[in-house]
């Protein structure tokens, strides 16, 4: 009964920017880890950028000094600002997060439907 849901996805326009966010919601009682992972057609799926529970972060070399990976607690909720993006960016960006549902059960990895995002001209 948890679900993570992931917005903002779309088309922009090369240099533009684009501020994806995933909401996690459900029966949780913590969440560690969360990051973002995309897939572009004919490759395989990544890692993008990850925030630990105290706010260090970890980026692809691809992203870094363009793309920020932030995250609010209280809202359960970690937002992935895209800036500079570029047509190789192209790619459905999928949330994960680490999450237990009851205080002494282990972490389990959650993952959202996946948004759309479209650097094209």
């Known amino acids: 009964q948890v679900q993570l849901v992931e917005s903002g996805g779309g088309l922009v326009q090369p240099g533009g920017s684009l501020r994806l966010s995933c909401a996690a919601s459900g029966s949780i009682f913590s969440i560690n880890a969360m990051g973002w992972y995309r897939q572009a057609p004919g490759k395989q799926r990544e890692l993008v950028a990850t925030i630990t529970s105290g706010g260090n972060t970890n980026y692809a070399d691809s992203v870094k000094g363009r793309f920020t990976i932030s995250r609010e607690n209280a809202k359960r909720t970690v937002y992935l600002q895209m800036n500079s993006l570029k047509p190789e960016d192209t790619a459905v960006y999928t949330c994960?997060?680490?999450?237990?549902?009851?205080?002494?059960?282990?972490?389990?990895?959650?993952w959202g439907q996946g948004t759309q995002v479209t650097v094209s001209s």
């Open positions: 994960n997060a680490e999450i237990n549902r009851q205080i002494g059960a282990p972490f389990t990895n959650y």
